[in-house]
């Protein structure tokens, strides 16, 4: 029996009707996306259609580049000891963002599919009209559209179709199919997305239990290091004049702030023998709390405001005092004008950035405001804070701007204004004080501070005094005979312990044992070390230094922190000395 047949205006019009109920039945945005299947309206609207085209796949590939950036962040942080929850916060509030974006995407995609069927099942039944004239059946003529789309043979649709369809018909059955395809693609992404998405999430949550245990293996180090330190100042209590006076000297926990004049940073200088070993202090003559000085140097240089500076470190804002006294008590001044006093406030170099040193300003004046409050007298040295007469009588010009710009304005709250040079890149209280990981993130050692990384054999950072050491260095035997001292401090009587001193007497008098009495010592008590092949320290959560570790001819050591530094002053021979309790041991 032969096909039917239909005359060449009854499909004509039977595809204008079916296509024109789908085209006012769907939004706008997909009416213009059918008109930009027709050529002529492409080319004269070209911007209008391509946006409409990339729409959702470019926000697919915006979704995407965020969710790559969230994952090297989080990778970022999987190698670092310095996250925050702040960052860990940020970082899940990002992955919120853009799981709503895709989200709405997939919503998108889903109204889409709704209308895409709708259209499929009319192109269908177009398709089976065509094969009813007995033209072609409808796998070939879907092929003939698909090459008439991606290789532009459209002869071939035009000979199949001819005698049947208008041109306009046929581009919106190719616009069809390329809309078919790109919500295939474009849902197949957004399926990626959820799941890469998913992980990133999970190995987000990883990381947080993992900053929560570093967190409560901080706090118990901590609870440690305070039962250690009601210990340590008993034995201290106990030791002789001699080892008080010793550690005093080469503790560095007197407070050290920058002064007028910045000084100078010298590198560490090469050994004159090996193996050779070197003790290095992260930071010096701190009391780790508040405002570090080259931090907030580092911090203005970065780009921070002096409000910045001051809310990290002392976490609160700042406030203008309007009943702000006019007269402070200065020791050995009497009364000076307030504004006069901070004028000569001798405690940052003036050519440091105008926000650190505004920072600077506020701090002083808030330690001074708390003095005037209750009438007491403010001295002039670091035990409060420096005073220069002669600055005050002329201040340098950016010092003097930074004062009279925050005039009146101290931290909010009841804070205790506290600021030292250098902590070594970690506050009590706050943390790390970093962009990005610690040390080389460290705003201190970003800000060029001499005493961030320094091996000491001086007296003192003002003198210059050296004992007979032109370096900082210690033999092998030199650093074996502190090993041995270890041994003996921890294990022998009261009279080992107090031979535990210098055995330079020429600096520091006394009768300590000889290197050759300790290493004996040493051995009756135990365990005698003589060659060390490497050495290491484990540094906490806390900003301390929780082991020392050596590998020796009596095999590996591990020594606590606060003992080694302790023992290392008492025995290190001249002014060699550990001034943080932030410090690691290299061998070179």
């Known amino acids: 029996m032969p096909k039917p047949t239909c005359p060449k205006f009854a499909i ?14 769907v939004p706008r945005q997909a009416r213009t996306e059918t008109k930009c299947a027709s050529q002529d309206y492409f080319e004269d609207h070209y911007d209008e259609c391509s946006s409409l085209i990339k729409t959702t796949s470019k926000k697919l590939e915006d979704v995407r580049n965020q969710k790559n950036s969230i994952n090297q962040q ?35 995609l889903n109204n889409r599919k709704g209308s895409l069927e709708e259209k499929t099942l009319i192109r269908n039944k177009i398709v089976r009209s065509f094969y009813q004239m007995g033209r072609a059946n409808p796998v070939e003529i879907l092929f003939a559209i698909e090459e008439g789309e991606n290789s532009g043979q459209d002869f071939v649709m035009r000979d199949i179709f001819e005698d049947t369809v208008a041109e306009e018909v046929i581009k919106q059955i190719i616009s069809l199919n390329m809309e078919i395809k790109s919500f295939e693609s474009d849902k197949e992404e957004a399926g990626k997305l959820r799941a890469d998405l998913e992980e990133s999430q999970k190995t987000l949550l990883s990381l947080k239990a993992d900053i929560d245990r570093k967190k409560a293996e901080a706090q118990n180090q901590y609870t440690e290091l305070e ?5 340590y100042e008993e034995t201290i209590a106990k030791l002789s004049a001699l080892q008080q006076s010793v550690l005093a000297a080469k503790s560095g926990s007197e407070n050290g702030s920058v002064g007028d004049y910045e000084p100078p940073k010298a590198a560490l200088p090469s050994p004159k023998f090996s193996p050779a070993f070197v003790a290095i202090s992260y930071g010096a003559y701190t009391h780790y709390k508040g405002m570090s000085q080259y931090g907030a140097k580092g911090r203005a240089e970065d780009g921070k405001d002096y409000k910045d500076i001051l809310k990290f470190y002392y976490n609160t804002g700042v406030k203008k005092v309007n009943d702000f006294p006019s007269k402070i008590s200065v020791s050995g001044y009497g009364k000076l004008d ?41 001295c002039t040295t670091q035990a409060c804070q420096v005073f220069s007469s002669s600055k005050a009588k002329n201040p340098p010009s950016a010092w003097k701007k930074a004062v009279d ?18 902590t070594g890149g970690y506050i009590e209280s706050i943390g790390w004080d970093v962009k990005g990981s610690w040390p080389n993130g460290a705003y201190e050692k970003r800000a060029g501070s001499p005493w961030f990384y320094k091996a000491w054999y001086t007296k003192s950072y003002n003198d210059s005094s050296t004992c ?37 007497t020429s600096c520091w008098g006394g009768s300590p044992y000889s290197k050759d009495k300790m290493k004996d010592r040493a051995g009756d008590l135990g365990t ?34 606060d003992t080694f530094k302790t023992v290392f002053n008492l025995r290190a021979p001249g002014y060699i000395s550990i001034k943080d309790r932030l410090y690691e041991v290299v061998k070179k």
């Open 338 to 378: 307030f504004q006069y006093y901070l004028y000569g406030i001798a405690e940052m170099p003036s050519s440091w950035p105008s926000d650190a040193l505004k920072a600077q300003a506020i701090a002083a004046r808030t330690y001074a405001y708390a003095y005037a409050k209750s009438g007491k007298t403010i």
């Open 528 to 561: 005698a070390y003589s060659d060390i092949s490497s050495v290491d320290v484990e540094i906490g959560n806390n900003g301390q230094t929780i082991y020392a570790k050596f590998s020796t001819d009596q095999g590996n050591v591990s020594i606590k922190g």
């Open 12 to 25: 004509i019009l039977l595809t204008t009707i079916i296509l024109s109920g789908v085209y006012f039945a």
């Open 227 to 231: 039962k250690k330190s009601q210990s």
């Open 468 to 504: 007979g050491r032109s370096d900082p260095y210690l033999t092998e035997e030199e650093m074996a005979d502190i090993l041995n001292a270890i041994v003996v401090w921890e294990k022998g009587n009261s009279t080992d312990r107090g031979k535990v001193t210098p055995f330079t």
């Open 405 to 422: 710009d925050t005039k009146s304005v101290v931290l909010d709250g009841s804070v205790t204004a506290y600021y030292s040079a250098t």
């Open 74 to 108: 989080i990778q970022n942080y999987l190698s670092t000891l310095t996250v925050t929850d702040a960052q860990i916060a940020d970082l899940k509030t990002k992955i919120q963002q853009v799981q709503a974006q895709l989200t709405e995407i997939e919503k998108n």
